[in-house]
């Protein structure tokens, strides 16, 4: 049985597993255009944890790259099987740090997004969460995130530039 401190999760064919250990920094429900466009939905929910605390258990990754909103590569890590996105590498912290796809979660129900980012470009008829800080572009993560969060974020951005 699973410690509540591990989460598993896998991608669509069963051939990926992931487990990822702890509460994540933080959960942004993202609905910019970029990640419309990369998930061809109305959104993307990632977790995001240090990437020492996320292991691929079982299966091969493809990796894919994009730029991000800031220009910086954004590399998004598919299932080479099946091509379903798990996680991805953003250019502010590099591979030091994973987004991780909620809904590639076992249980994707103990997550709640920290915060609803570029709110302005939802598509039009989806319903933002009550209770949810939202933002019409971005947001301030000290202003936002717990001395604890915010501390293990910061020292992800120290460790991407010292490398």
Request: glycine letters at 12%; proline letters at 5%; one cysteine or more.
């Amino acid at each position: 049985m699973l410690s509540e401190d591990l989460r598993d999760g896998g991608c669509a064919c069963g051939a990926l597993r992931f487990r990822a250990q702890g509460e994540p920094i933080f959960v942004n429900n993202c609905h910019c255009r970029l990640c419309q466009r990369q998930t061809g939905g109305t959104s993307v929910v990632n977790a995001f944890y240090e990437s020492d605390r996320v292991e691929v258990l079982q299966g091969e990754l493809t990796e894919h790259v994009v730029k991000g909103g800031s220009g910086g590569d954004h590399t998004i890590c598919r299932c080479s099987e099946c091509g379903t996105a798990v996680f991805s590498y953003y250019p502010r912290v590099g591979r030091f740090g994973a987004g991780i796809r909620v809904g590639s979660f076992d249980d994707p129900t103990v997550f709640t997004p920290t915060a609803v980012v570029f709110a302005a470009y939802r598509m039009p008829w989806v319903t933002l969460p009550e209770g949810v800080p939202t933002f019409d572009e971005y947001y301030s993560p000290k202003a936002l995130y717990s001395e604890e969060a915010f501390g293990r974020l910061m020292a992800l951005v120290e460790r991407k530039n010292r490398a």
